[in-house]
């Protein structure tokens, strides 16, 4: 099995990636599903989606036979009875972050050119400013997928990327952590997310106290 990266987190949890080789009647063998899973996996037609969806099932199956049965809440946030869940795919790679305690966020990235067009979406005054030109791209996508692993954390959906989450300056380099805040209303909370470039990938993940 092309599981592409497992390992344990500083604090508690483990992190899994999967680098999606196979097809999916592949996955369907390997999968035991139960009704309510099977009916979300109905409902998506798109192939590559379906063999993402797959390939974070099987992780969970397969290495945290404790999280079996993946609910979701309104807003689409994935939890079991016995740990805290996160999911996140692109391309070909998936990724799953479980936590016994805490709740935890995860997001994945294919580095290209296109973010540009939507960085005005998610990019604050602040963090263009600190960017350096010689790694911009990265850096922004390092930007822009600890925002969403921030937001999964989070759970509860509603958020503006520009002016409710904000990342601090930080130095590009092949892996490192990065410090951010949530300001909602009357949520705040300081945030430590953790990112690695993998090839063409950036991972981004979390787990800490709500
Ligand atoms: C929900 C969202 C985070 C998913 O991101 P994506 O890039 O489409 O997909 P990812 O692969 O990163 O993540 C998908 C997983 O996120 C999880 N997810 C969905 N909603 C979630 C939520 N509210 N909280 C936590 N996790 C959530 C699901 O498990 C999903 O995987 P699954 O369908 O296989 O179960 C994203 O679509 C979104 O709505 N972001 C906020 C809106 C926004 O403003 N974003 C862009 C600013 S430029």
């Avoid at 009875?81 to 479980?98: C, F």
């Avoid at 016994?100 to 939507?118: F, H, N, S």
Wanted: proline letters at 4%; charged letters at 25%; aromatic letters at 10%.
């Amino acid at each position: 099995m092309p599981l592409y990266l497992q390992k344990e987190l500083p604090q508690g949890g483990a992190l899994a990636l999967w680098r999606i080789e196979e097809a999916e009647n592949w996955f369907s063998s390997q999968l035991s599903l139960s009704a309510e899973n099977e009916t979300e996996l109905a409902k998506i037609a798109h192939p590559r989606r379906r063999l993402q969806w797959m390939a974070c099932r099987l992780m969970l199956q397969k290495l945290f036979p404790e999280t079996v049965n993946v609910y979701k809440s309104s807003s689409g946030k994935p939890s079991s009875k016995h740990a805290h869940i996160a999911i996140a795919h692109a391309r070909e790679l998936a990724a799953v972050l479980v936590h016994p305690t805490l709740p935890c966020g995860v997001d994945v990235e294919l580095i290209e050119i296109k973010i540009q067009l939507i960085a005005h979406k998610f990019l604050s005054e602040k963090e263009r400013e600190f960017i350096n030109p010689n790694t911009y791209l990265q850096q922004l996508y390092i930007i822009w997928s600890a925002k969403e692993t921030m937001y999964k954390w989070y759970g509860l959906g509603e958020m503006d990327f520009r002016k409710n989450l904000s990342i601090h300056s930080f130095e590009y380099k092949d892996s490192g952590e990065l410090s951010g805040e949530i300001e909602k209303e009357n949520f705040k909370s300081h945030l430590k997310i953790t990112y690695e470039i993998h090839g063409d990938y950036v991972v981004t993940w979390m787990a800490q106290k709500l």
